[in-house]
């Protein structure tokens, strides 16, 4: 088998996210959690690698996305793809910056772009600033987030101050020009020393132009948005077939549950709207985890019963001053790896008893749960919402799994989400 298009995501609702939208753009896609073990299906023109390296010490990051890398490069991959999330988490120690100069070294390429850019969930970046909706996103909710708060829009200087290569801009003006004058900008930065340059992209005509304008880089990093200006190059050189990739998705069958550990202001409206229909809910809380309360047990006893009449939902989700609270009291650390661990085990209940239709919010979150679940790879399926897929574990016992980002999805995705299962 040799696969197109290799991808590493840094996250496991952004592989499922980049995933989503490459199958979107026609290639049948599946996405492995963790560099694989095991072969893959033979029908696969991409492959997304899921690793769980945002947050990671940049040296842990840079060694997993090498690792990843060469798998991808063993299995033919004609162009490698790191991608973050469109409103470039990351500190000022990295990750994206470390791991995207390890990428070019190991590849030995010169040049790269940056373009967070995903305009269906209204990520722009306009002037080398990301913007979420019209806020910049350093007045945006980000500015809060608990593990990267993003205090600065200008990702120049955000991606600078992480890497050791000169970071430049390609500005819309260029952009709106088309891929050839992209082209020409490139070789212009290139010529002048810089290695990496940010793109600006504020509709999804500006990715088609960009992607086509990357058909010969080596790598490319990106948000998910790049996923659609991708798989023409492809098929302009005869690779591709024109396929509807969305229906190749197995049935698995069960009951249904969702475990939300994000605390995004976009998951605090989705959940408040699915309590609101009227959906069982079950409040998770870090301070008697840390007690040593017996909280997995007393939400499956909970949860059991409730099951056989719907969905149920199981949450650790918090406004912004409840989360800050209970980090200081516990630390931003062990807050975080107490409520992964208890939802990922929660989940692994919910399978035990029946589930085989569950709904993971929150990036860290998901990747706890596939863990937990022994998840080692996904078909990608039908969307959701932009950037967010409905996948089927494979193995012997399939698992229908939406994988979310915190900040994605409209208000009502939970609740909608079950009308698109096959």
Same mark, same amino acid.
């Given at each position: 088998m040799?696969?197109?298009?290799?991808?590493?995501?840094?996250?496991?609702?952004?592989?499922?996210?980049?995933?989503?939208?490459?199958?979107?753009?026609?290639?049948?896609?599946?996405?492995?959690?963790?560099?694989?073990?095991?072969?893959?299906? +033979?029908?696969?023109?991409?492959?997304?690698?899921?690793?769980?390296?945002?947050?990671?010490?940049?040296?842990?990051?840079?060694?997993?996305?090498?690792?990843?890398?060469?798998?991808?490069?063993?299995?033919?991959c004609r162009q490698i793809y790191f991608k973050y999330c469109s409103t470039f988490d990351s500190t000022d120690q990295g990750n994206i910056g470390p791991v995207t100069d390890a990428l070019m070294s190991a590849l030995d390429t010169s040049f790269t772009i940056a373009c967070p850019a995903f305009p269906? +969930?209204?990520?722009?970046?306009?002037?080398?600033?990301?913007?979420?909706?019209?806020?910049?996103?350093?007045?945006?909710?980000?500015?809060?987030?608990?593990?990267?708060?993003?205090?600065?829009?200008?990702?120049?200087q955000?991606?600078?101050?992480?890497?050791? +290569?000169?970071?430049?801009?390609?500005?819309?003006?260029?952009?709106?020009?088309?891929?050839?004058?992209?082209?020409?900008?490139?070789?212009?930065?290139?010529?002048?020393?810089?290695?990496?340059?940010?793109?600006?992209?504020i509709s999804n005509d500006d990715l088609l132009q960009i992607g086509a304008a990357c058909a010969d880089l080596p790598l490319v990093t990106a948000g998910s948005g790049i996923a659609l200006g991708l798989p023409q190059n492809f098929r302009a050189q005869g690779l591709l077939a024109q396929q509807d990739a969305t229906q190749n998705l197995p049935s698995a069958p069960g009951?249904?549950?969702?475990?939300?550990?994000?605390?995004?202001?976009?998951?605090?409206?989705?959940l408040a709207d699915l309590i609101s229909r009227g959906t069982p809910a079950y409040a998770i809380d870090p301070l008697r985890l840390a007690a040593g309360d017996d909280v997995v047990a007393d939400a499956l006893a909970w949860a059991a019963?409730?099951?056989?009449?719907?969905?149920?939902?199981?949450?650790?989700?918090?406004?912004?001053?409840?989360?800050?609270?209970i980090q200081e009291k516990l630390g931003v650390g062990?807050? @975080?790896?107490?409520?992964?661990?208890?939802?990922?085990?929660?989940?692994?209940?919910?399978?035990?008893?029946?589930?085989?239709?569950?709904?993971?919010?929150?990036?860290?979150?998901? @990747?706890?749960?596939?863990?937990?679940l022994n998840v080692r790879g996904l078909r990608i399926g039908p969307q959701i919402d932009p950037g967010v897929p409905w996948t089927v574990s494979l193995g012997d016992t399939p698992i229908a799994l939406a994988l979310k980002s915190g900040n994605f999805g409209s208000v009502d995705f939970f609740s909608k989400a079950w009308d698109l299962l096959p």
């Open positions: 040799s696969v197109m298009l290799g991808c590493i995501a840094d996250d496991f609702t952004g592989a499922t996210d980049l995933a989503g939208m490459l199958v979107q753009a026609g290639m049948r896609t599946v996405q492995m959690i963790g560099v694989p073990a095991h072969p893959l299906p +033979n029908d696969v023109d991409a492959v997304v690698i899921a690793l769980k390296s945002r947050t990671n010490p940049a040296d842990e990051a840079v060694a997993d996305s090498l690792a990843a890398l060469q798998w991808l490069r063993d299995a033919g269906e +969930n209204k990520r722009t970046v306009f002037k080398g600033h990301l913007f979420v909706g019209d806020t910049l996103l350093s007045e945006s909710g980000m500015r809060d987030h608990p593990l990267t708060p993003m205090t600065d829009s200008n990702l120049v955000v991606l600078q101050r992480q890497t050791k +290569n000169r970071v430049g801009l390609i500005q819309h003006s260029t952009v709106a020009a088309g891929a050839q004058a992209i082209r020409d900008c490139i070789a212009q930065l290139q010529a002048e020393g810089t290695r990496v340059a940010v793109v600006d992209a009951l249904r549950a969702i475990v939300c550990g994000s605390c995004s202001q976009a998951t605090q409206a989705q019963p409730r099951l056989q009449n719907g969905p149920v939902a199981v949450y650790a989700t918090a406004d912004a001053n409840r989360v800050k609270s062990q807050a @975080g790896a107490l409520v992964e661990d208890a939802l990922a085990r929660i989940a692994q209940g919910f399978v035990a008893l029946g589930v085989r239709q569950l709904i993971v919010a929150g990036g860290e979150t998901s @990747g706890a749960v596939v863990t937990a």
